[in-house]
């Protein structure tokens, strides 16, 4: 059973973390810790976990009141391209649009853009480089509100 939620327990935030970490930084070569940041006690949480297993995780930020940010999408390395980035995706934006906001945007690793392209973003264009080194491209959706 696939179910996307909030991790509750502490044993549930560590490994939501941990993927965080593994996926995300680690391969930067950055120490842990650099997982984490300010928007973390903001932000809404989204796990996605197939029997119990945690797979995938992102963050919902608020831009604004009618913009908000996907960040911090990461699926588990050897279940890559099996549709669980879409998946915790479509939960993030089923409560983006429940929320009110009229507009996704995300900064995209370069080798990320074909799969948000996949999704419907529209590429914006070059934005900033993390830790210097990684160039990221702004996108953005529109949100589509049920009548
Ligand atoms: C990027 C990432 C979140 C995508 O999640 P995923 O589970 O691997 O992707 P999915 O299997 O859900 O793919 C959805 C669609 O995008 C396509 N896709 C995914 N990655 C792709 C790529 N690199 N190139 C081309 N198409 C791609 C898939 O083929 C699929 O298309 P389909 O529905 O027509 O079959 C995941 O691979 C990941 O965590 N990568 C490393 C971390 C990262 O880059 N995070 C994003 C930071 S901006």
């Given at each position: ?72 999408v ?10 669980y ?15 009110g ?47």
């Amino acid at each position: 059973m696939i179910e996307v939620t909030i991790p509750k327990s502490t044993k549930e935030w560590n490994a939501y973390y941990d993927l965080r970490y593994r996926i995300l930084r680690e391969p930067l070569g950055k120490e842990r810790g650099s997982e984490k940041n300010e928007g973390d006690e903001a932000g809404i949480h989204f796990a996605l976990y197939e029997n119990t297993q945690l797979i995938a995780v992102a963050r919902l930020d608020r831009v604004d009141v009618s913009i908000c940010q996907a960040r911090f999408v990461a699926v588990e390395s050897h279940l890559q391209g099996k549709g669980y980035g879409r998946s915790i995706m479509t939960a993030l934006e089923n409560q983006a649009v429940g929320l009110g906001y009229q507009k996704l945007i995300l900064h995209a690793r370069d080798y990320a853009l074909p799969f948000y392209e996949k999704l419907g973003y529209t590429l914006v264009g070059p934005s900033y480089k993390l830790f210097d080194v990684l160039q990221h491209f702004e996108m953005f959706k529109v949100l589509t509100h049920r009548e």
